[in-house]
């Protein structure tokens, strides 16, 4: 008997332990992942140029004639136009209904004359009624330059950036990094977010402001161990 329940408890904490442990191996395979580092990334310095006597030398940074002024190097800074706008709308409702009779007339002579009218009938109903609507939307313009902080073989660009606003009430951070295409950069060296690929944005803030518009902690541990 003492085996039968050490060997439950042992389960039982086996089993708790890998409930606990999978979202958190979740959470830090998704941390892993994104990207932590938006620092802006500087220019690759030339290596020395051969002593062959040529005035002309790729490695000190070449973009075609038909490509004018547009970004195409490590360190080249991008103005990323910040277009996001998002919706999304969900609704769902259901009614159902059902009612049931029986009715059985009960003998009035031999041995089970005993029975009344009323002792013999029976009846049901029932009804159901749920309905369900979600609503989100999200929008974020404005714009942020960033650099080029890789160039891949197929002339895509690795791009990665962040914007700190210091007001007299709190601080902004606005961080982005993705891929885009060289064929996206217009002549003003803009791309829009929507052409951005592997997109990650962040924007967040803190100070008064933002503390005000956040729960306390207590309310927040309440809201998680809470059963309703």
């Known amino acids: 008997m003492i085996r039968t329940l050490a060997l439950s408890a042992s389960l039982l904490g086996l089993a708790a332990t890998l409930a606990v442990a999978t979202p958190a191996n979740a959470r830090k395979k998704k941390q892993d992942n994104q990207v932590t580092d938006f620092t802006a990334t500087m220019p690759i310095a030339p290596p020395a140029p051969p002593a062959d006597g040529a005035i002309f030398h790729a490695s000190y940074g070449y973009a075609a004639l038909t490509s004018g002024a ?7 800074l991008v103005t990323i ?3 996001e706008a998002t919706q999304a709308q969900k609704s769902n409702s259901a009614d159902t209904s059902r009612t049931s009779n029986i009715g059985l007339t009960p003998p009035t002579t031999g041995p089970l004359s005993f029975f009344s009218s009323t002792d013999a009938s029976m009846g049901g109903s029932g009804t ?3 309905k369900g609507d979600a609503a989100q ?3 974020l313009s404005g714009n942020i330059t960033v650099t080029i902080a890789q160039v891949l073989p197929n002339n895509v ?4 950036g962040e914007k700190h606003l210091t007001l007299n009430r709190g601080d902004e951070v606005i961080q982005i990094a ?3 295409r060289a064929a996206d950069i217009d002549s003003q060296n803009t791309v829009l977010s929507t052409r951005v690929a592997n997109a990650q944005i ?6 008064e402001i933002a503390r005000a518009s956040t729960q306390g902690w207590l309310g927040r541990f ?3 161990v809470s059963p309703f």
Not at 70 to 76: E, L, T, Y
Not at 157 to 160: A, G, N, Q, T, V
Not at 202 to 207: A, E
């Open 70 to 76: 547009r970004a195409a190097m490590v360190g080249d």
């Open 81 to 83: 136009q910040l277009v």
């Open 128 to 130: 159901f009624k749920g």
């Open 137 to 139: 939307s999200n929008a």
């Open 157 to 160: 660009y690795l791009i990665r």
């Open 178 to 180: 993705g891929l885009i």
């Open 202 to 207: 962040n924007y967040t803030g803190k100070g």
């Open 222 to 224: 309440f809201s998680r």
